[in-house]
């Protein structure tokens, strides 16, 4: 099998409090930070052997809250990925961090050890907001941090930011969004709060009631068209971002590129030497995992099918959308064979746009991209093709 190039993730598991909407996985034992930072690039090691891959592109440090980790332990995990990645860092690095985590000190030393892009958790400026959401934050936290960064200006900044939490007036969301414009960051990722099953928001706020949705679509038109006045495109369903200033990580996924998870609970999605697509999650135990314990879990052999109804249904959540010529690489099919009926329906309806080169979602139809997928899949489950699978397309 031809080596290939993937995305690298690393979940840094470590939290001082998880947050009440939160439902990744965390842990609050820093004792044994230290110890699991060793067993990252070992664990590296090993899947690019199994795998063969070549190197990487990216790298995104996410957890957790990876900022916490102390100037050695990164920068010696850095070191160890520089080592595993043919003596270089990957173009884009990327570091999530709280506002609690920026200090002068950190950036200058983040920025010494090869981080290019900082992922800020803003979530809200309104302290009231913060203290629903359980975040360790405060406005004052947020703006020091912004003042630090900004004044420094030697990272590409995203601030995350949740739209909807509970109690948000479509006034206040607005007030949220124009404020993070104001500090001129080159990425926006906007989410929608979604209530999670096992989270401490999810119990406290399981009804929401039809004002408070109709808010957040008001508030969600609205907020397009400030940032759009502002110069960023939507180029994917929740993210901004200027000219040239994608996230060239979570484009990775969205275009289901390879991609390589390191860390408990992190997830991998690479190329069997059967040519086969594996899917699967490194196991959520901190503890076994700093003792060297690699185990998985939910491991799947994607199928066909199921691989391209995943290129869609990512593809499609981009402004440029799915590619022709990757689809007939990868499957072996003109995408125009493969759901004739639903492109018509949804071209006609102003909702996708198909010019021959790609099939991707107008501003009307990604509002609507849930129903234009059950339209696109139906057809699928009726074709009776013969796909081929090529993938990753070269």
Not at 150 to 165: E, K, P, R, T, V
Not at 362 to 370: D, K
Request: with cysteine; hydrophobic share 35%; glycine share 8%.
């Amino acid at each position: 099998m031809k080596p290939y190039q993937t995305a690298l993730y690393i979940h840094i598991p470590f939290c001082k409090r998880k947050c009440d909407y939160c439902d990744f996985y965390s842990v609050c034992n820093s004792s044994i930070q230290d110890a699991l930072l060793e067993q990252i690039p070992l664990q590296i090691y090993s899947l690019t052997s199994d795998y063969n891959v070549d190197s990487f592109k990216t790298l995104y440090l996410g957890g957790g809250t990876p900022g916490l980790v102390s100037i050695k332990g990164l920068s010696l995990l850095l070191a160890q990925v520089r080592k595993l990645n043919k003596g270089v860092l990957p173009g884009e690095v990327t570091l999530e961090c709280n506002p609690s985590n920026v200090t002068r000190d950190r950036i200058d030393a983040w920025k010494s050890m090869g981080i290019t892009r900082i992922s800020l958790g803003v979530q809200s400026f309104q302290d009231a907001f913060l203290k629903k959401a359980g975040r360790q934050s405060s406005r004052s936290l947020i703006l020091n941090a912004l003042t630090q960064l900004h004044d420094a200006s030697c990272f590409d900044l995203n601030i995350d930011l949740i739209q909807g939490l509970p109690g948000m007036t479509q006034q206040d969301q607005i007030q949220d969004l124009k404020e993070a414009v104001n500090w001129h960051p080159d990425h926006i990722s906007w989410y929608s709060l979604i209530l999670e099953n096992g989270t401490v928001l999810k119990d406290q706020w399981s009804r929401r009631n039809g004002l408070l949705e109709e808010d957040n679509d008001l508030a969600w038109e609205t907020g397009c068209k400030i940032l759009e006045g502002e110069g960023y495109d939507r180029y994917e369903i929740s993210n901004f971002c200027r000219k040239g200033k994608k996230s060239i990580h979570n484009s990775s996924y969205w275009k289901l590129e390879p991609y390589l998870g390191s860390g408990p609970s992190a997830v991998s999605m690479l190329k069997n030497s059967d040519g086969k697509i594996k899917r699967f999650r490194t196991k959520a135990d901190a503890q076994g995992y700093s003792q060297g314990h690699f185990s998985y879990e939910e491991s799947e052999t994607i199928e066909v099918l199921d691989c391209l109804k995943d290129t869609l249904l990512m593809g499609l959540r981009l402004s440029e959308g799915v590619s022709s010529q990757q689809i007939k690489n990868i499957f072996g099919w003109e995408i125009t064979e493969l759901f004739p009926h639903s492109i018509k329906r949804w071209v006609e309806a102003d909702c996708l746009i198909y010019d021959g080169f790609s099939l991707r979602p107008s501003r009307r139809g990604m509002n609507l991209l849930n129903s234009i997928l059950i339209s696109i899949f139906e057809e699928l489950d009726k074709q009776k093709c013969a796909f081929t699978l090529n993938w990753p397309s070269e």
